[in-house]
């Protein structure tokens, strides 16, 4: 199985995770093997090119669907070169600061960076990551001038937030949450809709800055023309893994939802999900360095 990112980041921690309980559900070793670089499309590329047989995995997430958008020459076609297998959960993004920035609040964060515009220091879990994105997409709405440094993922990003060496971040809350339960970051808002379980007192982001909502998923893929029968008895693992209250509680405690459903459904919401963020970033006017 194929993570695009570091050791230690969310999606290597829901691989983990997911791998864990196909090897003892189908009584053989899965193996996670991370392959960061170009915002996860070092390790598309190796799965669209491996054999359709099963053997080799991807774990995708929301972005592959961003990268669509943000690269103009690639050379896959993730919707067309990767077979949706299955959902694995959804799950949402934090805005943290490190606990000396001045700001505690999204309104006080969003005047502070108004008065010091290109000074505060923004980290990126690289190109075309969930971070990345969550954060340009708040830099233009709530007009702000942010200097973006990227990272090869959020694992060697959160060192140096905690360090104080970057100011915020908007981070997955999968790959953040020890941090913030340990307090050395302050969670300012999230990104989601309305609050989270797992962050109860942190408010959401479109309580000050209207409109703004975004959230990620992840899932897992294979090459196309992987035969329908292997790709049907990973989903229906997957899926009891999903339905398993045990498994279900853990994934809660990283502030990850499940998400269970069929190939073709998984297929359905990858399109329609790549196709809003396409509008999104074009909107936006997000570009890469």
Do not use: C
Not at 14 to 39: D, H, K, T, Y
């Amino acid at each position: 199985m194929l993570v695009g990112y570091p050791p230690g980041g969310a999606n290597d921690i829901i691989g983990r995770l997911i791998a864990q309980r196909l090897s003892e559900r189908l009584g053989q070793q899965f193996i996670v093997e991370n392959r960061p670089g170009a915002g996860s499309n070092i390790a598309t590329e190796a799965v669209v090119r491996a054999r359709p047989d099963g053997y080799t995995l991807l774990l995708t997430s929301g972005s592959n669907s961003y990268n669509t958008a943000l690269f103009d020459h690639l050379s896959f076609d993730f919707i067309r070169d990767i077979a949706a297998v299955a959902s694995i959960g959804r799950g949402w993004g934090v805005m943290e600061v490190h606990p000396s920035f001045p700001a505690k609040s999204v309104p006080q964060f969003i005047a502070y960076a108004k008065a010091h515009p290109g000074q505060i220091i923004m980290a990126s879990a690289g190109i075309g990551s969930g971070p990345h994105l969550y954060g340009e997409l708040f830099k233009s709405m709530a007009g702000i001038d942010l200097v973006t440094v990227h990272y090869r993922g959020s694992a060697p990003a959160l060192p140096d937030l905690i360090a104080g060496r970057v100011q915020v971040m908007f981070d997955l809350v999968v790959s953040s949450i020890g941090f913030i339960k340990a307090g050395q970051l302050r969670p300012l808002g999230v990104t989601s809709a309305r609050r989270i379980n797992v962050l109860p007192d942190v408010p959401p982001i479109v309580d000050f800055v209207p409109g703004y909502e975004t959230n990620g998923w992840y899932g897992l893929g294979a090459p196309a023309g992987t035969p329908p029968a292997i790709i049907d008895k990973l989903n229906t693992e997957i899926n009891a893994a999903l339905a398993d209250p045990a498994f279900t509680a853990r994934m809660a405690e990283i502030g990850v939802a499940p998400f269970a459903s069929s190939p073709e459904a998984f297929a359905k919401f990858i399109l329609e999900f790549t196709e809003k963020w396409g509008k999104i970033i074009r909107a936006a006017g997000i570009k890469l360095d």
